[in-house]
Each structure stands twice: as C-alpha cells, then as structure tokens.
C-alpha cells in the first residue's frame, strides 16, 4: 500500500482532521439545534456550514489514512463548492443591506 506520508505521520494527520471533523460536528449540530428552536435562519444556515466542513475533514482523513487521492480530490471540489456559496451568500447579503 503507498502512503501520502510514512507510517506515523499519516496517522498523526488523520487523527487530527477526525478529531477537527469530530469538534465542527458537534458545534455545528449545537448551533443548528439552537437556531431551530429560537427561528435564527442565518444561525441555521451556518450551522449547516459547519457539519459540511466536518464531512470535509472526514473525507480528507479518509483520504489520508487510506492513500487515495480520489478522496482528497471529492474533498477539495466539495471544499471548493462550499466556498463559492459562501461567497455568494456573502455577496447577496450585503447587496441586500444597501
């Protein structure tokens, strides 16, 4: 099997995005549990952002742990696409406070 990295490295990097995917998660599902009960639609929404950003550290740990870069290619293009909504969400919002 062809690693990224060698051997400790590559559990150490993998440990670390789960564990980073692990914290995102539960904050993100705190936040959208609070923005649920209390109507706060843009709280929601970054709430949603934030189990996204989760999934994505899953994926690149996935991608790192088993040496395929087709994991780490999903994970770029979803990180890629949530930027860009980001972005835009951005973008729409303060053209909209004008």
């Known amino acids: 099997m062809i690693n990224l990295y060698e051997a400790p490295t590559s559990?150490?990097?993998?440990?670390?995005?789960l564990l980073f995917g692990a914290?995102?998660?539960v904050?993100?599902?705190?936040?959208?549990?609070r923005a649920l009960r209390?109507?706060?639609?843009?709280?929601?929404v970054r709430g949603i952002r934030v189990v996204i950003v989760?999934?994505?550290?899953g994926v690149f740990a996935l991608g790192v742990?088993?040496?395929e870069t087709g994991f780490l290619v999903m994970g770029a293009l979803i990180?890629?696409?949530?930027?860009?909504?980001?972005?835009?969400?951005s973008l729409l919002l303060?053209?909209?406070g004008r």
């Open 54 to 57: 989760a999934f994505i550290a």
């Open 11 to 17: 559990w150490i990097v993998g440990g670390l995005l």
């Open 94 to 96: 303060r053209a909209g």
């Open 27 to 33: 904050r993100g599902v705190a936040r959208m549990a």
């Open 38 to 44: 209390a109507g706060l639609a843009l709280d929601l």
């Open 65 to 67: 742990l088993t040496a």
């Open 79 to 89: 990180l890629a696409e949530e930027l860009y909504e980001t972005s835009t969400l």
């Open 23 to 25: 914290y995102a998660a």
